[in-house]
């Protein structure tokens, strides 16, 4: 197809009139008169070969090409608004700019509260907005991507895409404070016989993907959408979870768990800021990206030894309040 023989106004037309299902709605939505939309409409019929709006009784209903392109377009009209915003320059101290970025509740907490105190003090134009991660970023991740600043995800899920290294974490266990199972070492026994809560995406089971490698698959009572729901679903029963160790301080102060080393070695977390290529010359995100590795670098190695130790329950750095 020919790119330059396409009036890309069409494209606004198109989700306009496949979101009202309504020819005068959409034109006042996009500022047409009503025969200036239903000639747009009419291109579009005859571009695709298709009714799109098929009328039922009074009103419109969408032909099934209609529903499969009325998410399409939202998501054309998205790239092609963030395509024609990029900038040359772009100075953080002055600009007003708004990034949207793909997390975890791990992400959120951990580099994006990180992030967030870094553009607080250098660039105070800026907002940040932190999504869920849908489950179609492994699908298509690339149109997941299309329409956002980028996504805080580790290694190992999906390629393919640019991306910027953050920091690493490591895996540990957390059981309940009265569990009378586990003294001060969990074995590879206690994770095959005790049941499990989990963090559990469509598109991401880091528990269960970590001990299938050494032949253990977890007996689950509970699946969780946040990380920072495991210690309420361990505390006051002999469960089983597993969490990164940058959320292990909060995780003894919010429930009554204990944070114990895996008893295997478990891969490190290695998270990282994935983004769409269309995004890789604009200045505005040249410098988020920059930004986001500086942060990234700030959170390597910081404070790991003392997270652990307060986990724990050891010395001045103990996570009890």
Not at 29 to 53: K, N, V
Not at 207 to 229: D, H, K, N, T, Y
Not at 259 to 280: G, K, S
Not at 287 to 309: F, I, M, P
Request: a negative charge; one cysteine or more.
């Amino acid at each position: 197809m020919n790119l330059s023989r396409l009036d890309l106004n069409l494209v606004v037309a198109l989700r306009a009139l496949l979101e009202e299902r309504n020819v005068t709605r959409a034109g006042e939505r996009i500022g047409l008169s009503q025969p200036a939309m239903s000639a747009a409409l009419a291109r579009l019929r005859r571009h695709f070969g298709d009714e799109l709006l098929a009328r039922t009784g009074n009103s419109y209903e969408l032909t099934p090409l209609g529903v499969a392109l009325r998410d399409r377009s939202v998501t054309a009209c998205d790239l092609l608004e963030r395509v024609f915003s990029s900038q040359a320059d772009f100075d953080p101290t002055a600009e007003n700019r708004e990034f949207t970025l793909l997390a975890s509740d791990y992400g959120t907490a951990v580099f994006g509260a990180a992030l967030a105190r870094a553009l607080h003090q250098e660039a105070p134009g800026i907002r940040l907005t932190f999504q869920h991660t849908p489950p179609s970023v492994v699908e298509n991740p690339a149109t997941a991507l299309s329409t956002v600043d980028g996504l805080l995800m580790p290694h190992g899920v999906i390629d393919g895409l640019p991306a910027v290294d953050l920091h690493q974490d490591r895996w540990l266990c957390l059981v309940a404070d009265d569990n009378p199972e586990i003294g001060d070492d969990l074995t590879l026994d206690h994770l095959a016989r005790l049941p499990w809560a989990v963090y559990q995406r469509p598109y991401d089971a880091p528990a269960a993907r970590q001990l299938s490698m050494i032949g253990i698959s977890p007996r689950v009572e509970v699946s969780v959408q946040a990380f920072q729901l495991l210690p309420h679903m361990v505390e006051g029963t002999s469960r089983v979870a597993m969490i990164q160790e940058r959320l292990a301080r909060g995780a003894v102060r919010s429930a009554a768990v204990r944070v114990l080393p895996c008893p295997f070695e478990a891969v490190p977390v290695q998270e990282a800021m994935w983004w769409h290529p269309v995004h890789t010359q604009d200045a505005a995100h040249i410098w988020l990206r920059h930004k986001a590795a500086e942060v990234g670098a700030t959170l390597t190695g910081n404070g790991r030894e003392t997270a652990v130790a307060g986990a724990r329950g050891v010395g001045p750095a103990s996570g009890r309040p």
